[in-house]
């Protein structure tokens, strides 16, 4: 007896971008959405792309801590932090050793954002230089930077820095040259597709005076800033905050600002004992920037100092950030409270990255995120301790 004819098999219709877009926005769990991140390239792409996660941040909570990117590879959050989960979907599927980028050198990473990550090639048999560390010019390549994406694989090689951009009398008095991710700008986003466009920045220190240099991948082109006449002073880590990139400035109680859509460079009054750790600037809501800072106490108790200031306030004759607020900070009791054994090593999206000791162990170093706008503390894991050049890899 013949076999009944059977119904053709059609193949299902992909959805959408934009369809899935809505879908992936109703996903409310900022770990599950890094998980179906994570499920191939395509929900990757859309879900790291910059107009989307601007919509998914103004309706949920920022994107959750995945762990933490240096010079070792990728530290996976640990359980029972709510990412643990995706942190080891995204480190099974990701090559966070960078094997893919091309040869002869070694690729040191400079910096994440976003799903991407900012490497740059060493030709020498004797770097010394640690990933994320700033130091002379003349040890480096200003040419080889690479731009990639661990889980896709693909990546971008960036042309170098064209000669009429830097002078030869600027070239013999450079000193620093520290390179980095930003996002793309507003008007970038409206006019190509956000989840390919990035730029890099790359801030060059010069004997009397700072000039950045950014590369945008619309134009594929670098641009410099006005420089900024200034005797040589050191910059500690630098922050992303409303579209602009903030350096705190050693020995003198100012912050460098460099407005990335506009190309212009500002300083603004910021006041702190410089005696006290390093402070950390992360963006605040209502357009509005905050300091943060970690203090001790004669009885041992570790708080933490905290200002904040409006973007639009005026840059030179505006109120100064101070840290004129104080909290007692919510620290396991199994940390050492001493100044020596905690520390931020890191302020992005929303989140304060802390790095402390036990006093059992001296050598591993516990790691918990902070969200100043709840208050919540979480650990994210134990691990090698590390400095303030490794990155907080988010989601």
């Not at 800072?293 to 109120?319: E, F, N, Q």
Request: charged fraction near 25%; include cysteine.
């Amino acid at each position: 007896m013949p076999s009944p004819e059977q119904e053709p098999i059609y193949d299902l219709p992909q959805l959408a971008d934009e369809l899935l877009e809505e879908i992936f926005l109703r996903i409310a769990s900022p770990a599950d959405l890094a998980r179906a991140s994570a499920a191939c390239v395509t929900f990757r792409r859309l879900v790291t792309g910059r107009s989307f996660l601007r919509r998914y941040r103004s309706l949920h909570k920022p994107p959750p801590l995945l762990g933490l990117l240096g010079h070792d590879g990728f530290h996976p959050a640990e359980p029972p932090h709510p990412s643990a989960a995706a942190a080891r979907a995204l480190a099974h599927a990701a090559d966070f050793s960078f094997s893919f980028l091309p040869s002869p050198g070694r690729w040191i990473q400079q910096d994440c954002l976003d799903g991407r990550v900012l490497l740059e090639r060493s030709l020498s048999d004797n770097d010394d230089a640690g990933e994320g560390e700033l130091v002379p010019i003349d040890t480096r390549n200003m040419a080889d930077l690479a731009v990639c994406d661990p889980v896709s694989r693909r990546y971008v090689i960036l042309p170098p820095i064209p000669d009429d951009l830097i002078t030869s009398g600027e070239q013999e008095g450079l000193l620093i040259f520290e390179t980095f991710l930003a996002p793309a700008a507003t008007e970038e986003e409206e006019m190509v597709d956000t989840t390919t466009s990035f730029r890099v920045v790359a801030r060059a220190n010069y004997e009397s005076k700072v000039v950045i240099f950014v590369f945008s991948s619309l134009t594929e082109e670098w641009h410099s800033s006005r420089s900024v006449a200034q005797a040589f002073i050191w910059f500690f880590q630098r922050y992303y905050a409303h579209g602009c990139i903030y350096w705190v400035m050693y020995l003198v109680d100012k912050l460098l600002v460099l407005d990335i859509c506009k190309m212009v460079l500002s300083t603004i009054n910021f006041q702190w004992d410089q005696d006290s750790p390093i402070p950390d600037i992360l963006e605040m809501d209502d357009d509005m920037i905050g300091a943060f800072c970690l203090k001790g106490d004669l009885s041992g108790r570790t708080h933490l100092c905290y200002g904040t200031r409006r973007i639009d306030a005026d840059v030179a004759d505006g109120p100064p950030l101070n840290l004129d607020k104080t909290i007692p900070l919510p620290l396991p009791l199994l940390l050492s409270l001493s100044l020596d054994r905690i520390c931020t090593i890191a302020a992005t999206q929303g989140y304060l990255l802390f790095s402390g000791r036990t006093e059992e162990d001296d050598t591993d170093a516990l790691y918990f995120t902070l969200e100043p706008k709840t208050m919540l503390l979480e650990k994210v894991g134990t691990m090698i301790r590390t400095s303030k050049g490794d990155r907080a890899a988010a989601g």
